[in-house]
């Protein structure tokens, strides 16, 4: 049998000498606020999405004239881990280069949205003055490596920290291109001879994902990444790591050959091996990811394909090491801590509740002011949450309750349902190109509904994770909460139940594409029945399973199969 055609964005990184394409000719063009096609895909790696304003495309077409094109800029920030002179410095950037909000991601990074392809030099070399920057912040490469926010062991999460930020650095791309076309770096004169060491010029088929956990938290979702570290802690200190792989949430609606899938426990490692391990993780899916099909192309699929057993074999090889059996471990949640909490060295740190990670000052609530206040007089570290959310950190003492004021009066301590605070929503509109309905922007309304049903079953306080995005790409990791809904239409929706709060267990398709009405009924009916049912501290994904509302899907093809079934029906 031949070997099928690469993809088209094969053929774009090859020619791309390393990245440049001919992104410099693009941003000098002034006839359109647009980049050439080609540098569509490669502007990725330098952490920038071209975008338009999906609210304006109608009006725009009416009056001729071109899409409101935009950019999304990206930072990364390795373990969510931020000074408050970075704070302050994307605080700034965010005014003078974007849309004036700040909007902390799934994966503890910045994005900055609205940027004119005219204001995007000036914002990366702002970022980068910041001594953080946007390489590899998205494309076929390593992206933000994220850790656990929560450093109440100290010792063992400065260990996980620093892991997360020596795995970043060690998966960078080598190129020159970034500093050349950003920074007005020097030119490499001949690019033909530049090395890419780990991706070679290919890059990899396709994203890749690393995050570092230290149990009982599961904050980052690790069972959702391509690769995990999973901290093991005795008498306080890291001893290793148990190693996941083949993670990932992204499907196609009516492609029941994609699916989301759990990670996988390769093996324990030493710490001293886990860069090794990772080199040689990444360097197996370069080699054996799917080049052709970009939508079978992630690590999660080559797995499937070689089989565990193949896979960490080759991986041993490559790393020089055998792989341990892994050691015990269980999570207690995958949500973030809130509220106020003191580490074992004496620190406080307290979890900040950001609707859907988007910084704005909003009536009483004003987080872009308030968190900008607490930047300038040097009071807290910020760490960007897994969840969208922020945790102020590193408190002293004497500034407890100078910190403490000055949430009060921006209105960032005002409660906050339990449902409210776990729930995550991904972009969508009207910057996503993929989203198909809403999601960041629906999540308030369709919170308050919930909320409505939860007092009306006795269930208040529940703490279920809801999670929304408008497309399957799975960027709010959906399918690993307790109730997920997943765009199809404008005002539609997949219904899906049956996460649970670890973050260990896919969520099983309930309802092909239903309105708001139809969701909130099926829920009513189900929150009712666990309001009677649950047995003491049942969480509802748990319930669900229990009493099989939903049949058992734990792995991708069992998801993929209830899918078929739900739509054949
Ligand atoms: Fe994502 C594509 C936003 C985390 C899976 N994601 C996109 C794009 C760039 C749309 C595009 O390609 O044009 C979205 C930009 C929206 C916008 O206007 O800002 C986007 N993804 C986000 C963020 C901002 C969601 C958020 O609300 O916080 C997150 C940024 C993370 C970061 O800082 O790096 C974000 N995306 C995720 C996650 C969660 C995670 O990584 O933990 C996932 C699921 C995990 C995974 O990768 O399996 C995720 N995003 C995707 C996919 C599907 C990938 C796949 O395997 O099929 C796409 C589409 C694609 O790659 O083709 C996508
Ligand atoms: Fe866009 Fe879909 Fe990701 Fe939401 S899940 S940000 S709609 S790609």
Request: glycine fraction near 8%; charged fraction near 25%; hydrophobic fraction near 40%.
């Amino acid at each position: 049998m031949s070997k099928p055609e690469p993809s088209a964005v094969e053929r774009i990184k090859d020619q791309s000498r390393l990245l440049r394409g001919t992104i410099v000719e693009s941003l000098a063009d002034p006839l359109t606020g647009a980049v050439r096609d080609d540098d569509t895909q490669l502007i990725k790696f330098h952490g920038i999405y071209q975008q338009d304003d999906r609210d304006l495309r109608q009006e725009r077409r009416e009056q001729k004239l071109e899409p409101a094109f935009q950019f999304m800029v990206r930072a990364r920030v390795p373990g969510g881990l931020c000074t408050p002179a970075q704070w302050l410095a994307f605080d700034d950037i965010a005014r003078v280069h974007a849309n004036g909000t700040l909007r902390l991601t799934t994966r503890q990074a910045f994005q900055l949205h609205g940027v004119l392809k005219r204001n995007l030099k000036p914002a990366i070399a702002a970022i980068n003055r910041s001594l953080l920057d946007t390489l590899a912040a998205c494309g076929d490469v390593n992206r933000n490596v994220m850790c656990s926010v929560l450093p109440l062991q100290r010792a063992a999460y400065v260990t996980a920290n620093a892991l997360a930020v020596a795995l970043s650095t060690h998966l960078l791309p080598h190129t020159g291109a970034y500093h050349e076309i950003w920074l007005d770096g020097e030119k490499v004169v001949d690019t033909a001879q530049e090395v890419e060491p780990i991706y070679g010029r290919l890059y990899l088929p396709r994203k890749f994902k690393v995050a570092v956990a230290v149990p009982p938290d599961n904050d980052v979702d690790i069972y959702s990444q391509d690769l995990g570290f999973v901290a093991i802690v005795e008498h306080g200190a890291v001893t290793g790591y148990n190693v996941l792989v083949g993670g990932g949430m992204g499907t196609t609606h009516g492609d029941l050959a994609t699916y989301p899938r759990v990670a996988d426990v390769l093996g324990f490692c030493t710490p001293d091996a886990a860069l090794a391990v990772a080199e040689a993780v990444v360097t197996t899916q370069r080699d054996h990811g799917d080049r052709s099909n970009r939508k079978h192309a992630r690590l999660k699929y080559t797995i499937e394909d070689l089989g565990l057993e193949r896979f960490r074999a080759e991986v041993e090889q490559r790393a020089g090491l055998r792989l341990e059996p892994p050691r015990a471990v269980s999570f207690r949640d995958n949500a973030d801590p809130f509220g106020w909490r003191t580490d074992d060295a004496g620190f406080h740190h307290v979890g900040l509740y950001i609707p859907s990670g988007r910084v704005t000052d909003d009536g009483r609530w004003r987080a872009l002011s308030g968190l900008r206040e607490i930047a300038a007089r040097g009071l807290a570290q910020f760490r960007l949450t897994a969840n969208q959310n922020l945790m102020l950190s590193d408190i002293t003492q004497d500034r407890r309750a100078e910190v403490h004021a000055l949430l009060e009066e921006y209105g960032l301590s005002a409660p906050v349902s339990a449902v409210r605070q776990r729930a995550l929503a991904c972009v969508g509109l009207p910057t996503c190109a993929l989203a198909m309905a809403e999601s960041e922007r629906y999540a308030p309304d369709f919170l308050t509904h919930i909320e409505t049903l939860l007092a009306r079953h006795g269930l208040g306080d529940a703490p279920i994770g809801i999670r929304i995005t408008g497309c399957p790409n799975g960027c709010a990791r959906p399918f690993l909460a307790e109730i997920a809904l997943v765009g199809k239409a404008p005002g539609r929706y997949n219904l899906y139940v049956g996460g649970v709060p670890d973050g260990s267990r896919l969520t099983v398709p309930l309802r092909d594409n239903i309105t708001e009405s139809d969701i909130l009924e099926v829920l009513d009916v189900l929150f009712a029945r666990y309001a009677a049912e649950r047995t003491p501290a049942e969480s509802f994904g748990a319930y669900t399973r229990r009493v099989a509302i939903v049949p058992a899907v734990d792995t991708g093809r069992e998801f993929a199969a209830q899918v078929g079934r739900l739509t054949a029906a």
